[in-house]
């Protein structure tokens, strides 16, 4: 009979403190969602002011992740409060969450910090092509964990921030102009004034080699079965590839014209009598 009276009892505590919480319980709710929709249009508020204003795109992308999770963060601590958590409990709770995500997740704060580093110092923005971390691409997003790269073949490539704060990063439109140092063997029987001659006069005949800085040809080096001539060429960044295949295809044409010999290896087989 006494168990049947304390189960009554904690069955009507029970209950009691349902009905308490139930009004802060629909507020909380009625906060979420509301919340949420407030995050969701500052959000877009925020997207169409970067579209208005002729911001960095770099920057754009970043404090745009940046805020909206900020805003989640805000919202989830005001619902959290509208339960009836105190302030000072859920900032000690907060604290120690903290405390213990900073432990598990050291990766994710120090790519965090690496975004923070990328944007101060911009060693590249959106857009530029840059080598890093054994990966090539044009880089199509900067966040604030990670870095999209889009690579030549139209992969998606995604590298965390905190990699390319603290690795090697080449830009390679980082300068309006690039040079290329070309390399062709010829035979030793060959003649090494028309070969340069040849190249130096496919570097005038294109429009989109520079001038200026003008080309310059040498001997190399002189290696076992050729010599070894070095071109340097330079061409706008946006008109770089189209300028190395034409130095590639057109010299093996002049060269056939003119009779100077490419050197390949060559295998004899002799039979065994």
């Not at 940046?66 to 900032?91: D, E, R």
């Not at 691409?137 to 390319?164: D, H, R």
């Not at 003008?214 to 290696?223: C, K, M, Q, T």
């Amino acid at each position: 009979m006494k168990e049947l009276t304390d189960l009554q009892a904690h069955l009507d505590n029970a209950i009691d403190w349902i009905w308490k919480l139930l009004p802060n319980l629909v507020l909380a709710i009625i906060l979420l969602i509301i919340g949420l929709w407030v995050v969701k249009f500052l959000n877009r508020m925020v997207r169409k002011f970067f579209e208005r204003k002729d911001y960095d795109q770099t920057l754009e992308t970043f404090l745009q992740s940046f805020i909206s999770i900020t805003l989640k963060i805000t919202l989830f601590v005001l619902v959290v409060t509208q339960l009836g958590v105190k302030t000072s409990s859920l900032v000690a709770m907060l604290g120690a969450a903290g405390l213990a995500i900073g432990l598990a997740l050291q990766g994710s704060l120090a790519n965090f910090a690496g975004g923070v580093l990328i944007l101060l110092f911009k060693p590249f923005k959106v857009g530029d092509f840059i080598s890093a971390q054994g990966v090539d691409g044009t880089v199509k997003e900067i966040s604030i964990f990670n870095t999209k790269l889009t690579t030549f073949g139209n992969q998606l490539a995604i590298v965390p921030n905190g990699q390319l704060s603290n690795g090697n990063v080449i830009n390679y439109n980082a300068e309006p102009i690039r040079r290329d140092n070309y390399v062709v063997g010829i035979g030793y029987g060959s003649n090494i004034k028309t070969a340069k001659e040849i190249l130096l006069q496919l570097c005038a005949d294109n429009d989109v080699i520079l001038k200026e800085p003008a080309p310059e040809v040498y001997v190399g080096s002189l290696g076992d079965s050729s010599v070894n001539i070095s071109l340097r060429f330079w061409a706008k960044n946006e008109d770089f590839w189209q300028a190395k295949f034409y130095v590639h295809e057109e010299s093996k044409l002049r060269f056939d014209d003119a009779g100077i010999e490419i050197p390949f290896p060559q295998r004899v087989m002799h039979s065994a009598k």
